[in-house]
C-alpha cells in the first residue's frame, strides 16, 4: 500500500468513526450498504458487515436511534447510554475500513484517532444537549437532533467518497468543540470563583 493509499484508509477510518460520535448505529449502516453494494472494501474479519442481516439489523437499529432522540427526556438517557457504545462503534468503524494494515497500527490507531474522534463528538453533543434541555426545558433539543443527523450523514457519506475532506471537516468540528465544551467549564467554575461563591465556602 502506498503512502497517499495508506492516508486515505486511516482518513476513512477517522471519518466514519467521528461521525459514530453523532449516532451509533447510522455510519455502520451507511458502512454496511456501501460494502453490501461492493463499493467499500473491509478489512479481514469484517465480512459480516457487508451481509444482508448486518444491513437489516442496521437499518432497524438506526431508525430506532434516529427516532429516540426526538423524544424529550428519552434524548437525555440515551446520552448516557450512548457515550461507551458511541466510542466502540467508533473503534469498529475506523478497524473495519483500515485495510492492509498491520493488526497493531491498525487497532492502535483505531482505538485512539477512532474512538477518540467519536467520543469528542458524542460528548460534544451531549453537553450541547443539555445546555438545550437547560435553558429551553427540552424544546430546543428538536433542533439539536436534526442537527446531529445530518452531521451523522454528511460525514458518513463525505468519508466515503472524499476521505481527506472528512478530516478536515471534523478537525475544524473538533476545534469548534473544545472551544463550546472550554465555555461550558468555565461558566461552571464562575460561581466558584466569583465573592459570593468565596463567602459560601
Known sequence: MSESDLAISIALGIGLAAAAGFRVFLPLLVMSAAATTGN???SEG???????????????????EVLAYYIPGVDNLLDA????AAVVAGVIASAAVMTDLPPIIKWTTAVIAGGGAAG???????????????????????LVASTELAGALLVSLLALVAPLAAVAL?????????????RLLRRAQAPRNSPAGVLDR
Do not use: K
Open 40 to 42: 467499500l472494501p473491509l
Open 46 to 64: 469484517f465480512a459480516w458487515l457487508a451481509t444482508p442481516t448486518a444491513l437489516a439489523m442496521l437499518s432497524i437499529a438506526a431508525a430506532l
Open 81 to 84: 447510554l450512548a457515550a461507551p
Open 120 to 142: 469528542l463528538i458524542h460528548g460534544t453533543s451531549a453537553a450541547l444537549r443539555a445546555t438545550s434541555t437547560a435553558a429551553t426545558g427540552g424544546l430546543g433539543n428538536f
Open 170 to 182: 471534523i478537525a475544524v468540528i473538533a476545534v469548534l468543540a473544545l472551544r463550546f465544551l472550554g
